[in-house]
């Protein structure tokens, strides 16, 4: 999608610290860390947020989980924290689905 900044970066438009990626999903480290390790994981097609999630879209959303499960692993992660910020009120920035994967410090419950 044309102006969509993580789109921008699976196109290799804008530079990247890749963490894993297939021809489904891309992942990458934040460029803001919220924890020692915080990456962003991301289906390539375009989808706004999980709120546009639907039967024609899920396959990919749930590969997404395949790969956090993954690299997670490959990382050696034992706890870590996936958030989606749904919508400016929770915190979204940038319209294009992704899951944040935070790890390697003490989290609160519930979240601010
Ligand atoms: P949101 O606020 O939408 O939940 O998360 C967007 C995330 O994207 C933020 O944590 C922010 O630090 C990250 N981000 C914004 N611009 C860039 C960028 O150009 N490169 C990378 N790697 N991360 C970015
Ligand atoms: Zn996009």
């Given at each position: 999608?044309?102006d969509c900044?993580?789109c921008k970066?699976?196109a290799?438009e ?5 963490v894993?990626?297939d021809?489904?999903c891309y ?7 919220q ?7 991301i289906p390539k097609?375009?989808?706004q ?7 024609g879209?899920?396959?990919v ?18 706890s ?9 009120q929770a ?5 294009h689905l992704h ?9 609160t419950w519930p979240p601010?």
């Amino acid at each position: 999608m044309q102006d969509c900044l993580f789109c921008k970066i699976v196109a290799g438009e804008i530079p990247s610290k890749k963490v894993y990626e297939d021809e489904q999903c891309y992942a990458f480290y934040d460029i803001d860390p919220q924890a020692p390790t915080h990456f962003l994981v991301i289906p390539k097609q375009h989808i706004q947020s999980v709120a546009a999630v639907d039967a024609g879209n899920s396959a990919v959303v749930a590969h997404c989980f395949e790969v956090i499960a993954k690299v997670a692993k490959d990382l050696g992660l034992e706890s870590f924290r996936v958030v989606s910020n749904i919508g400016e009120q929770a915190g979204q920035s940038v319209f294009h689905l992704h899951f944040h994967v935070l790890s390697g410090r003490d989290m609160t419950w519930p979240p601010g």
